[in-house]
């Protein structure tokens, strides 16, 4: 931990929390325009079917309607929704409206209206006739012999990503034992609380403005403009606040039919999704069938690792390549296994598109990985801290050049610490042996019915697209008149207090204040060019990019500093306050220096900074969990929790502590209450908030938090990002402690349904 920064490391709330908690922050919703429509979605209701017609007739006789976007009178041009730059290599799968449905919630056409009543009203009113095709709805389905294949000249199976290191065959042959095991994970939702919403506006100028909830803007300029067949002058993405993202708005969702519909009518037209909308028709989390296979020496050495991941990608290609290849790297960084292979396959199914999701493709294969360490530790009678500790990759073990400075030993040692995890499985051990009772009889005895268990995982993300693809970021800093500064950046903050960690550091820079720099965020005609927010690329990429720019700043200031004080550059200082000191202790302001450039230089003073990622670094986070469970009415309670994350050097302390609060509440509702089901046809059954259960506040335990702060170059001040590792070992943090409680070897996640443990379903 660096004790010289003044600013950073220190703890302040995100910069806009005051008119957050008050309500007064606009949201895109709360945005109106002169003339402005209201559009709405019709979308299907079938799995799989060939639109034969769409009858929009009793629809357009409603006073108010406006106009209807179909398949037939909108651009046909298939585009990826999950696009990140201009000449990204994914499959074009999808269109603005769809000829051939793929899932319950594909879209089929749009009506725009003078409110959304009529709106609502109209969408009702519009008869599609469909030609029913056969649907596969799960990936074993799809990858039958004889299934229907989804996409002309896509398969269903993809493509297969493989990532390897060492000799797999020759470490199965040392090994002293090999486990298999297959593990499932379910499709869930993100459930930002901001639903997707977003307002086009095609002006008279010809120029199609967009304002919209995502977290991709450049991205969805570059699909709006090959879609529509524009240049990109004449499209602008604009940012508003966003309501919560965790993923699901990066892909370009409802800009497509709302530029549809502005431009039929050269009015600005809003569409908002309803929360059983939003459910269906954005994105989900991939479901996951990861089948893995260890071998492991008498004293607990893993030698070699196979996993083999097949993931639920649902109708169109999407984020489906990026997520599969994300994937086949993180499960090479927590362990220094020599011989390892990965297998990553993403299938087609006529099922609710999957994309990106908090966590990356970690949560589903991290919770492999852990789940059968607990149970490997289980069948060798080896101590699972003792397995940790033997198999845990640590600085000394990578060329902390190249691969950088990982931390999960450390995160685990803080947390058994903190956790008092001797104490605690002393007293499991010894309960067990006072009983010497086998799960069968203690569950029969209601006496007994009451079951404690304690459990832990690690877990690890990247900081970044470094090693995919160009992970880049333009900044543009401007002084004002009075000294303070202005910051423009491509960053979308999603509540998660990047804009507030890149005040800080140029501030910490610059020596300002934090309220002396106003931001400029996310607007594709007025910020430079960013790749989008994703990736946990916040700190280490855009953190990292703030430091350059403000670099170039401070040169410029000590540069026209000089000219005034006649004084070389290098015995000037630059002071708090917004002042330059000479040696003579003569002080100019920045406010002077300022006038000074346009008074002598007939120049504003501004600076631009691009800066690209060439570090793939990565967080490591260890979580403990204390559950009991009821065995007689199946309910569960999480009686402690600890959470200990390697993030390199705290850039603000409330928002890492904020980001873990949260990421837990996910992970929780990951492992315990939350999963999309789908009826026979493909229709989601728990499609609102009362039937998909979220894990509600209430439920939320306690929480200990602490960080590991040993440094990371190139990360700013040697900072690490959080924003995604702080879901991944949520859930085998929680399921082995459940597994612990009940002596049950877990393959999927232990659903609570109806505040029930569901352990058969589960299995199922």
């Known amino acids: 931990m660096n004790k010289d920064l003044r600013i950073v490391g220190g703890s302040r709330p995100i910069f806009d929390a005051y008119n957050k908690v008050t309500g007064r922050t606009s949201y895109t919703n709360d945005m109106k ?45 298939k585009y990826n929704s999950a696009l990140r730059f201009a000449d990204h290599d994914i499959p074009r799968t999808e269109t603005i409206f769809s000829e051939v449905v793929r899932f319950v919630g594909d879209r089929v056409c749009a009506v725009a209206a003078v409110d959304q009543k009529t709106a609502d009203r109209a969408a009702k009113l519009i008869r599609v006739e469909y030609e029913e095709l056969p649907a596969v709805l799960s990936i074993e389905e799809a990858l039958a012999e004889d299934a229907i294949q989804l996409h002309d000249n896509v398969s269903n199976r993809l493509n297969e990503v493989t990532n390897q290191v060492g000799d797999v065959e020759k470490g199965f042959a040392m090994a002293d034992h090999i486990f298999e095991d297959e593990y499932r994970t379910p499709i869930v939702s993100p459930m930002a609380m901001e639903n997707h919403v977003c307002i086009a506006d095609f002006d008279e100028q010809g120029k199609l403005t967009v304002y919209s909830s995502t977290q991709n803007a450049f991205a969805i300029r570059n699909t709006l403009s090959d879609v529509f067949d524009m240049p990109q002058s004449k499209v602008r993405v604009v940012k508003p606040t966003l309501g919560g993202a965790f993923g699901s708005k990066i892909p370009a969702v409802l800009e497509g039919p709302a530029a549809a519909l502005s431009m039929m009518t050269h009015r600005p037209v809003k569409i908002n999704l309803t929360r059983k909308e939003n459910l269906i028709a954005t994105r989900t989390r991939h479901g996951s069938i990861i089948r893995i296979k260890t071998g492991v020496m008498n004293d607990g050495t893993i030698v070699a690792q196979q996993l083999n991941a097949l993931i639920n990608t649902g109708a169109y290609v999407s984020a489906a390549y990026n997520v599969i290849g994300a994937m086949s790297h993180k499960v090479f960084k927590t362990y220094k296994i ?63 050049e190249k691969v ?40 029969s005895d209601s006496a007994r019915k009451i079951k404690r268990g304690i459990g832990f995982a690690i877990g690890c993300h990247g900081n970044g697209v470094f090693g995919a693809h160009r992970d880049f970021i333009g900044l543009r800093l401007k002084l004002n008149d009075d000294g303070t500064m202005i910051l423009q950046t491509g960053t979308h903050d999603m509540g998660n207090s990047l804009i507030t960690s890149q005040m800080m550091i140029v501030a910490e820079e610059l020596g300002l204040e934090v309220e002396d720099i106003a931001v400029v965020e996310s607007d594709t005609d007025l910020t430079p060019w960013n790749l989008g927010d994703y990736s946990s690329r916040g700190v280490f990429v855009t953190g990292a990019a703030c430091i350059k ?12 500093a000089s000219e005034m004080l006649e004084e070389p550059v290098g015995s000037l200082t630059l002071l708090e306050g917004k002042k330059v000191k000479g040696l003579a202790g003569r002080e100019v302001t920045f406010a002077d220096l300022l006038l000074y450039s346009h008074r002598e230089h007939e120049e504003d003073v501004m600076v631009s900074a691009s800066y690209g990622s060439i570090a793939g670094r990565t967080s490591f986070g260890a979580h403990f969990a204390q559950v ?35 990421g837990i509440q996910m992970g ?35 929480i200990k938090i602490d960080f590991i702060e ?11 990002s959080i924003g995604e590792c702080a879901t991944v070992p949520v859930a085998p943090a929680v399921v082995n402690a459940i597994a612990n409680a009940l002596e049950y070897d877990f393959h999927c996640m232990p659903h609570l349904a109806d505040g029930m443990l569901k352990i058969a379903e589960c299995e199922s």
């Open 33 to 77: 325009f002169r003339n402005m429509l209201y559009g709405k979605l019709v979308l299907s209701e079938k799995a799989h079917a060939r639109v034969i017609s769409i009858d929009t007739s009793e629809a357009e006789k409603m006073d108010g309607v406006v106009a209807i976007a179909t398949p037939f009178n909108t651009p046909n041009k």
């Open 628 to 662: 009991e469970v009821d065995t007689e009415s199946g309910t569960v309670r999480i009686l402690d929790y600890v959470a200990v994350h390697d993030v390199g050097q705290a850039i603000n302390r409330m928002s890492l502590e904020g980001q873990l609060e949260g």
């Open 338 to 400: 020599p011989n390892m292979v990965y297998f990553g396959t993403p299938v087609l199914t006529n099922l609710p598109i999957a994309g990106a999701m908090r966590g990356y493709g970690s949560p589903q294969a991290i919770f492999a990985q852990q789940r059968q360490l607990h149970a490997i530790s289980q069948r060798l009678g080896i101590d699972i801290v003792e397995l940790q500790r033997k198999n845990l990759v640590r600085p000394e073990d990578v060329d902390l």
């Open 549 to 560: 720019v403000a670099g170039k700043m401070r040169e410029k200031l000590l540069s026209l």
């Open 710 to 720: 040993e440094g990371e170059t190139p990360g700013p001040y040697g900072g690490k």
């Open 668 to 702: 929780l509702g990951y492992a315990l209450s939350e999963k999309m089901e789908f009826d026979e046809k493909g229709r989601l059954k728990n499609n609102n908030l009362k039937k998909y259960k979220m894990f509600k506040a209430s439920m939320m335990p306690d």
């Open 404 to 443: 950088g400075n990982p931390r999960p030993l450390d995160c685990m040692e803080r947390g058994l610490e903190l956790f008092d995890w001797k104490a605690k499985n002393k007293w499991k051990l010894k309960i067990k042996e006072e009983n010497n009772l086998d799960l069968r009889k203690e569950h």
